[in-house]
């Protein structure tokens, strides 16, 4: 899903597709084997050098497709300002270093999130593009197995498709309610202690963002608006302009 893709790879680098490159971010352990939606990317670029070669970097219909993504499942739309150049290089250990693992707490997410000039109201906003997508077990398999804070019915549905050793890659909707719609029921989830990451449960869990969780669950047009003005600011994090970097003819690989 271009969306979780695009919110990943700004935690990287930057928004310069440097995770569309072949190796480095795409190897990293946040994005092995759980970033999808590469072949989207792919046919898009191809259909754009067809038509205007050498003119629309893929950082840009990186960020264009995260947002039509997003209008496709029912979100909001938001003004994607354009003129990103392409990075030449991926660093795996930047995404390893950069990404909010699963794992992380709730001081941990704040503070991730901080690193990158965001609130942790803007946190728990860009949190909501969970509302989509899919984990693999291995990100989840501790909370159903061991965590309390998690509505047993949930955690037993869930073992059915994350055994206690193996499959490692087998996925679960991030948002087992409506996975294919756009809207706050991920919040609603971790109201009922159903959030499938620890990281994810973390918002409502008794601390200081459990008031904006309340607030998304209920109020679905406040989360798409904050969504939505949160991905703008997302989509100025060090981008490549001017004569910095270059316009990939294959998103896949420099030129």
Same mark, same amino acid.
């Not at 259909?47 to 205007?52: A, F, I, S, T």
């Given at each position: ?5 695009? !919110? ?6 930057? +928004?310069?597709?440097?995770? $569309? $490159?072949?190796?480095?971010?795409? $190897? ?41 993504? !997003? ?32 794992? $992380? ?50 955690? %037993?549905?869930?073992?059915?498709? +994350? ?45 200081? %963002? ?30 490549? %302009? ?14």
């Amino acid at each position: 899903m271009p969306t979780t893709t695009t !919110v990943k790879s700004y935690f990287g680098i930057g +928004c310069d597709a440097s995770v $569309l $490159l072949d190796g480095g971010e795409k $190897l990293a352990a946040p994005n092995a084997n759980s970033l999808r939606g590469f072949d989207v990317i792919d046919t898009i670029k191809s259909q754009v050098e067809n038509l205007c070669a050498g003119v629309v970097s893929c950082a840009d219909i990186l960020a264009v497709a995260a947002r039509d993504s !997003v209008v496709a499942l029912g979100g909001t739309s938001w003004t994607v300002q354009l003129g990103r150049r392409d990075s030449t290089t991926a660093s795996a250990s930047a995404a390893n270093t950069d990404i909010p693992s699963p794992a $992380l707490n709730l001081t941990g997410l704040i503070s991730a999130f901080a690193n990158k000039g965001f609130t942790a109201k803007e946190m728990v906003a860009l949190s909501g593009s969970h509302t989509i997508g899919q984990a693999r077990c291995t990100a989840f398999r501790s909370r159903i197995y061991n965590e309390t804070n998690i509505d047993a019915s949930f955690a %037993t549905s869930r073992k059915s498709n +994350c055994p206690s050793a193996g499959g490692d890659n087998n996925l679960a909707p991030l948002d087992a309610t409506s996975p294919t719609s756009f809207d706050n029921a991920y919040f609603k989830n971790l109201v009922s202690k159903k959030g499938l990451l620890h990281s994810d449960q973390q918002l409502f869990s008794g601390g200081s %963002t459990d008031a904006q969780v309340n607030a998304y669950s209920t109020d679905v047009g406040s989360f798409r608006t904050d969504f939505a003005n949160a991905m703008v600011k997302m989509g100025n994090l060090s981008p490549l %302009t001017g004569t910095s970097g270059q316009i990939r003819t294959n998103c896949r690989k420099t030129n």
